[in-house]
Nanobody, 123 residues
């Protein structure tokens, strides 16, 4: 069992930035694709960004391309999501997730979820 702990959420004005961190325990982290999902009030959870085990393969939802950057540091067992130019529509609970696979992550392939961290963007 891999434990994922998110941090870095908070309240920010539109146009501002936040960096989310996800600290993972367990040896499986290094061999797993990782990602971020989010869930806004009244909506389904949706994919935000994913990164392969080596960091060489990255994928973003169209809604965040050019604004968000996912990265990982396997020496620290940590995944990051740098969020710039934030919009009110980015308001959601953000979840870190570990994939069953090495190269990519989808909602159906998630093996472990973090507890979530709230991001609120004011207009």
């Amino acid at each position: 069992q891999v434990q994922l702990v998110e941090s870095g959420g908070g309240l920010v004005q539109a146009g501002g930035s936040l960096r989310l961190s996800c600290a993972a325990s367990g040896r499986t982290f290094i061999s797993s694709a990782m990602g971020w999902f989010r869930q806004a009030p009244g909506k389904e959870r949706e994919f935000v960004a994913g990164i392969s085990w080596s960091g060489g393969g990255i994928n973003y939802a169209d809604s965040v391309k050019g604004r968000f950057t996912i990265s990982r540091d396997n020496t620290k067992n940590t995944v990051y999501l740098q969020m710039n130019s934030l919009l009110p529509e980015d308001t959601a609970v953000y979840y870190c997730a570990r994939s069953q696979y090495m190269l990519d992550i989808k909602e159906g392939s998630v093996a472990d979820w973090g507890q979530g961290t709230q991001v609120t963007v004011s207009s």
